[in-house]
C-alpha cells in the first residue's frame, strides 16, 4: 500500500489548487482520464472549447498569482440577452427598450407597487421587491427555471450577493427609452487564455503536480486513513482533502452515521449538456455570449469561443457553445435534445448549413442548488467531516456558489492548513 502526507480526492481545479501548496508530499486521485474538471478544456478539428463555459475577472491575489502565468487576452464584457426574437443588452432590467409598449406601462406599474418593506423569504420575493412582479416574472424568474431548475420561491437568497444587479426608477425609464445605458455589469474585464482554452491557466500547477488518473475513490476507512479506489489499489494518508461533492463523498465513508448520509440526501444540484458546434463560417451573430429566456428553447445560455480568443477557431471558421441544464442529473433523450438543437439554432439565427459538427458533453455536476434544506444538511456534513479529520474545497467540496478563482483559492487555503499542522 503506498502513504502519502496528503491525499487529494478530485483532480479539478480546488484539488489542483490544494496540490501546488506542498506538490512533493501529495498525490491527487482523479477518476476521470484528464485533469482540471469543469475547468478542463478539449479540441475537435481543430476548434478548441471548455469543459464548462468561462471567463476570469478575478482579482484575488492568490488566484491571480496562478492566472497570471499565462498569457490573456483582456475583454470588456458586454452581454446580451435574447427574448422572442429581441436582442436586448444585459442586463435585461436596464435596457428594456425592444419591449413593446404594453409591456413598458405594465413593468413601470408594478415596480411602483412593489413593497420594499416587507423581508424577501425567497429569491422569487427577492426579485418581486428588487424589479416588480412583470419584469421578475418575464425574465429572471424564467431564467431561474431554466439555469436552476427550480421556481424562484424554492430558492434562498444565500448565492445572490453582488450577481444580480439593483435598479432604480430613473435607471428602468432610461433603458426603456434610450439605448445609452452605460455599464451596469458587475465586472469591468474579463481574461481568457490566448491558446489552449481556459485550462491553460491551470498548466503551470500541473507540471510539479502528483497525480493518478482514472483512479476513482469507491471507499474511505477514516479510522484505518486509507482510500481505495474502484482497481482495489489502496493509498494511506495523514491528511485527506476532498474535492469531490458533499454527498458523493459521504457516499465513500465506511460506517458513516445515518444523520449524515440523512443530510446527504437533501442536497441538490444541477446538471448540464454542453453542447459545442463547430461552423464552416463566420457567423453574424458576434456576442461574447447571451442569455435565452424563450421556455421552447432550452438552453440558457450561449458563449462565442471565438470571442474569447482568436485560436480556438481555426482561421475563417466559427462555434458557440450552449449550456442546457437538468436537475439532479436527469437525463434528456437524445433524440429529443437533438431535435431541440437544431430548432434552436434555427431560431437564434444561425446557419444550419455551415454546422460543421455538433458535440454534446454532459456534466453531472453543474452548480449547487440552495433550496431550504442545504444551509442545515450541508452543516451537519461538514460539522462531521470535522470530526474525522477530512477538508473539503472547491464548489462541490464546501457546496457554494464558487467560480473558479474561488475555487481555486479554496483549494489552496486547505493546503496551506495541512501545512501548518505539520
Known sequence: ??????????????????????????????????????????????????RAIHLSFTNNEMARSVFNK????????????????????????????????DFKVDALESYMRRDMTLEALNYKEWLYSQYGEVIADKFPCQYTKKYWRKDASELTLDWVSNRMSKISLKEIINGMLSEDTGHNYYVNEMRYPREGGYFKFLSKMIENTNYKLESEVVGIDVVEK?????????????????????????????????????????LEYT?????????????????????????????????????????????GKDSIQ?????????????????ENI???????????ENIKFIDIKKEQYANVVFNFD????????????????????????EWDYFWSDQSLTSGMNKGKKILKKV
Request: aromatic letters at 12%; glycine letters at 6%; charged letters at 20%.
Open 1 to 50: 500500500m503506498m502513504a502519502y502526507s496528503t491525499v487529494i480526492i478530485g483532480g479539478g481545479i480546488a484539488g489542483l489548487g490544494a496540490a501546488s501548496i506542498s506538490p512533493n508530499e501529495s498525490i491527487v486521485l482523479e477518476k476521470n482520464n484528464y485533469l482540471g474538471g469543469l475547468c478542463n478544456s478539449f479540441s475537435i478539428d481543430g476548434f478548441t472549447f471548455d
Open 70 to 101: 499565462t498569457l490573456v487576452y483582456e475583454h470588456f464584457p458586454e452581454s446580451y440577452n435574447f427574448y422572442n426574437n429581441l436582442w436586448m443588452k444585459h442586463p435585461v432590467q436596464f435596457n428594456l427598450k425592444e419591449m413593446n409598449l
Open 226 to 266: 486509507t482510500v481505495t479506489l474502484s482497481s482495489e489499489e489502496t493509498f494511506g494518508y495523514e491528511s485527506l482533502i476532498s474535492t469531490i461533492p458533499l454527498n458523493e463523498l459521504v457516499r465513500r465513508i465506511k460506517n458513516v452515521p445515518l444523520e449524515v448520509l440523512t443530510a446527504s440526501n437533501k
Open 271 to 315: 446538471s448540464v449538456y454542453i453542447v459545442s458546434v463547430g461552423f464552416d463560417q463566420i457567423e453574424h451573430i458576434n456576442y461574447p455570449w447571451y442569455y435565452v429566456y424563450d421556455d421552447d428553447i432550452l438552453a440558457a445560455r450561449i458563449h462565442s469561443p471565438r470571442w474569447k480568443s482568436k485560436n480556438n477557431v481555426p482561421r
Open 322 to 338: 450552449m449550456e442546457i441544464h437538468t436537475l439532479c442529473n436527469e437525463n434528456i433523450a437524445k433524440e429529443d435534445l437533438m
Open 342 to 352: 437544431n430548432y434552436s439554432l434555427t431560431k437564434l439565427g444561425y446557419t444550419i
Open 374 to 397: 442545504t444551509k442545515e444538511a450541508k452543516s451537519i456534513i461538514l460539522d462531521y467531516l470535522d470530526t474525522v479529520g477530512i477538508l473539503t474545497a472547491g464548489r462541490f467540496g
